[in-house]
Structures are given as structure tokens and as C-alpha cells.
């Protein structure tokens, strides 16, 4: 059974940090395209970052400079360091784990920020 399960959110005041956390079972992580998406009260659910099986990245323009994916295949464990945060940054954020024929989501963790 495929688990993509987040981890780290929550409340926090504007300029700070959080980082998120995704921990995968069921699947050959190391073969897998790793990403990071968030979805807003009332929008659509975004791209927020990936990461190749190789390790390439890439981020939305908005997150650029601030956001950082990484993966650790040894613990099949993918991470959004997520600094200089905005009130726009709140919503929940999704790890989803895919590759031509599949693709898997987490159920999700709240980022909310606020003063």
C-alpha cells in the first residue's frame, strides 16, 4: 500500500520558517519525481516545487529564493524548507510522489501564516 504522509505544518508569524516533511512507503522511492503543491481557500491547487529521481529542482516563481526541496532516498523522505514566509504562503500543502504511469498524493499539512 502507497503512503505519502506530511508532516511539520502549522502556525507561523510572518518572516519566520517551518519545514515540511514527507515520508513514503510502498513504492520504490528512488525511482520517483517528487513534488511539493499547495492549495488555498478557494484555489486551485498549485505547483509549489519538484525534485527528479535525479535530483533536479525546480519552484514556482513565487516560492523562488525563499523555498528549498530535497530528497533523502536512504529514508525515502522528501523536505520543503520554506523560509521568509508570507501570509500568502497559508494553505494546505501536498507531497505528491509520481513518474510516467503513476502518481501518488498525501493527505496533506496546514501552513498557515499569520501574525
Known amino acids: 500500500q502507497v503512503q505519502l504522509v506530511e508532516s511539520g505544518g502549522g502556525l507561523v508569524q510572518p518572516g519566520g520558517s517551518l519545514r515540511l516533511a514527507c515520508a513514503a512507503s510502498?513504492?520504490?522511492?528512488?525511482?520517483?519525481?517528487m513534488g511539493w503543491y499547495r492549495q488555498a481557500p478557494g484555489r486551485q491547487r498549485e505547483l509549489v516545487a519538484t525534485?527528479?529521481?535525479?535530483?533536479?529542482?525546480d519552484y514556482a516563481d513565487s516560492v523562488k529564493g525563499r523555498f528549498t526541496i530535497s530528497r533523502d532516498n536512504a529514508k525515502n523522505m522528501v523536505y520543503l524548507q520554506m523560509t521568509s514566509l508570507k501570509p500568502e504562503d497559508t494553505a494546505v500543502y501536498y507531497c505528491?510522489?509520481?513518474?510516467?504511469?503513476?502518481?501518488?498524493w498525501g493527505q496533506g499539512t496546514q501552513v498557515t501564516v499569520s501574525s
Open positions: 510502498g513504492i520504490s522511492f528512488s525511482i520517483f519525481h
Open positions: 525534485i527528479t529521481r535525479g535530483g533536479s529542482t
Open positions: 505528491k510522489g509520481y513518474n510516467s504511469n503513476y502518481h501518488y
